[in-house]
Structure formats: structure tokens, C-alpha cells
């Protein structure tokens, strides 16, 4: 039997989306940030939810380290486990989106495959996708965690970049290059793009 | 290797749930409600939402049925499904809680092992269990989705109360006896149970 065979869905006596979004005054969205261990994407990432939180703006940033703790501590790094992962990231974020809040995802996704599954589970309308741009190279240097090192001394098992490719992303919203821009400026650029599409009018 | 190591969890830097419940000018709770299908959990939680959202609470409805149809839609009903289908709840439902969202969960959960599950993943400070009460006999005769009758012949595999056991809760928080109170009562019931644990002094 398969899991959605005797399903009801009560969501047309449930409260909707348009009512959350009017009691919060604001809209949800997801803002996906893909990009290589070190490029700045969970610093970014932070920056922009404290900027949106004390604009009154409530959000929820999920972070491949604090899922991996949670909901998806019983995965690993393989290529399947990778695809799970993301899933039941996106459909979390869509969970949250659908309840008015402004959801940061900060997840490397190196793969097309990988980023086309968050974007059909939330769906285009509901996701704004930002690549933060740094190089292989910038990331292994700035190694903030000590993984590159690690990675080099061949202690961690497909690590990205080195063991498996990152897929420059061709259909990005924004694309923020770490490299050239200070955080800051990465912050302020990420808050444009995604500020028309929290705002109701009032 | 496993999935938590080489993780650096970047909270201390993450909004804290303190910060975002004093946006909301609420608390993020998780009030769970156990009980056969049919027992009345989703009347009563959908009725207690709305109740809430019409005093400005945020909230978040999660039910075997939406959830079924989108995060656990790889999932079926044996005993491994039916624990990691628990589990995969509470985290997502701790994830709202930690963001001030008050959350109403309405599964089944038929057995010790699986409400321990719930409780140890959410904290036992926030979550209040709920059982639905109302004899396998009363949910057979009122079978609102149909499915006492699809069992009785045979055409649903595992159907709790009939081929496996709903094992009382003997620590709930509160009981909710839908064969001798309405589902207003039991309504206002629920939340003169949750309202405290909301409510934060201005």
C-alpha cells in the first residue's frame, strides 16, 4: 500500500497560508544559499537574519550542521543519503513558508539534481536561489572549520570540490561572489533581493 | 563516518529562540495529541487553532495526513516506518517550537515507545500530551474517512485497534474524552491546558 492511499487531507478546514501571512504581515519564501564549504554562505546567511529579524520580519535559517544533528542525523554523505537529505530539508522549508515564516537555507547542494529537488519541492514561486560564489582554492584557505585540511590529510570521505564536483549553478537568482564583495555588501545585496517578496502592503 | 562528525554547529551566532518568541509575544509550545483514528484529534486541533489564531497566536497544524503526503511520503506503516515517521514529527515540530511557533501535532502514536520518542526528541518542557479518548467501538461507528469499513474487509494492512494495539498513555497531560464532551468542550479544554505555557507577560 503506498503511504498516500487512504490520506484525507484536511487542509480545506485547516487555517490557510494567506491568513498566517496576514496575522504575521508578511509573506513567506525560501532564499536557498548553495555554494562550497567556506564560501560565506552560513555567514551571509546569519547577517541577513538579523537584519530581517529586527525589521520584525520572522525567519528560520536551517544550516546543514544543526540538520544533521535533528532531523537528518540518521544520514550519511553518500550520493542517495545526499538527495534524502535535501528533500526533507525542502520540505521542511515549505512547511515553514506555508506558515508565513522567511526560511534561509544554508546547504552546499553542489549538484543540478540536487538544487532541482529543492526547487520542485518548494516550488518556483516560493524559492529565491543564491549562489555564493568563492573558489575551491579561496575556500581552502579561508578553511574556518579546519576541513580542507582534513580533507587534504584524506580524513574526511567526499568532501566537495576535492572528492566529488560543485555544478556552478546556471539559474541562480543572485549570485554573490564572496570573493570580490565583503559580507556586508553580500548581506545587503541578498536583503534586496528577497524583500519585495516578504512585504504585504499594508 | 558518522553524520555529526566534522560539525560545527553555529547557534551561539543563530537568533535565539528567546529572541524570536519576544517578536512573536509568544512561546513556542508542541501540544501533541494521541489517539485512534476517528478519536477526534484533528477536529479538536483544527478547532483549537483557529481559536488561537483568532487571539493572535501562530500556530502550525501537523497531521498524519499532510505530513504523509510531503515529508514522510517515502514512509510506509511497519513498526521501522512507523518510529522513524515519529521521529522526523517531533524534530520538524521541535524545529517550530524553537522558533516561537505553538505547534499541534495530531497523530495516532498507539504505542509507549513511540510518544517517548516524541517526548525525548521535543524535551518534556515543550510538549503537552494530549490523549484523545474514545473506545475502538465509538471510532468504528462514527468512521468518518471510511476506513473502519476499507479494515473490517480486509483492504487496509496494519490498522491500529484492529491488527495492532493502541496502548493507553498512562502519562498524559491532559484527556480529552470525545464520547462525553463536545468538540467545543474539549476545545476549551485544550487550551485552558496550552494558553500558560503561551502566554508570555508584557
Known sequence: MAATDNIHPVSDRMLSRTEKQALLRQRGVVMWFSGLSGSGKSTVALALERKLHAEGILTKLLDGDNIRTGLNKNLGFSDEDRLENIRRIAEVSKLFAHTGV???C?????THELRAIARDTIGSAD????????????CESRDVKGLYAKARAGKLALFTGKDSDFEIPQTSDLVLDTEKESITESCDRAYDSVISHIRIEQ
Not at 106 to 110: A, C, H, N, V
Not at 129 to 137: L, N, P, T
Open 127 to 138: 524559492i529565491i536561489e543564491v549562489f555564493v560564489k568563492a573558489s575551491f582554492q579561496t
Open 106 to 110: 544554508s546547504f552546499i547542494t553542489p
Open 102 to 104: 522567511v526560511v534561509l
